[in-house]
């Protein structure tokens, strides 16, 4: 039995224990918690599987996953790849015929400039020959010429020999 009361001393409580009854009660609890031991131990060891278990499908369906963005990530790179090998070829392409229409182009305008100075040095030696014929000693020198083209200008050396 016991009495006991608030701190500022208005409420009384009185409380009256049966001595058997806690006995009882006491006797019925600790059997409980045997009875609770070994199902605990059971429920503890089952948890624990679980535990494991539940675990063991995380860690296996996180690896999965995980594999499965490498694989993802693997795939994405090489195409990104591909594709740039494709737009880097494209590139070397689109440039190399751009070199080869200049290189062709600055070809014909040498070739044009050559021919136009040839036509030129061909011409002078039409004139040359012309007055040459057209002179009263045509067998007592020779002419001999000597012609270098180059893409600036034209030398023309001629020798009259004297035989």
């Known amino acids: 039995m016991g009495v006991r009361f608030c701190k500022e001393g208005h409420l009384i409580q009185i409380v009256i224990e049966d001595y058997e009854e806690i006995t009882v009660m006491r006797k019925k609890e600790q059997q409980k918690k045997r009875e609770n031991t070994k199902n605990g131990r059971r429920e503890r060891a089952a948890k624990k599987i679980q535990a494991w278990w539940r675990g063991?499908?995380?860690r296996r369906t996180l690896l999965h996953a995980a594999l499965s963005t490498w694989i993802i990530?693997?795939?994405w790179r090489l195409t990104m790849d591909r594709?740039?090998?494709?737009k880097r070829r494209a590139a070397l392409i689109a440039y190399a015929h751009r070199e080869r229409a200049?290189?062709?182009l600055q070809?014909?305008?040498r070739m044009w400039r050559i021919h136009w100075r040839y036509c030129q040095v061909l011409n002078a030696i039409y004139?040359?020959?012309h007055h040459w014929q057209c002179h009263n000693c045509q067998t007592c020198a020779l002419l001999r010429g000597h012609c270098v083209v180059t893409a600036t200008h034209l030398q023309f050396h001629i020798?009259?020999?004297n035989p």
């Open 56 to 58: 063991t499908l995380v």
């Open 102 to 104: 200049v290189v062709k």
């Open 107 to 109: 070809s014909l305008v």
């Open 159 to 161: 020798e009259i020999i």
């Open 73 to 75: 990530q693997s795939w």
């Open 127 to 129: 004139v040359i020959q």
């Open 83 to 86: 594709l740039l090998q494709k």
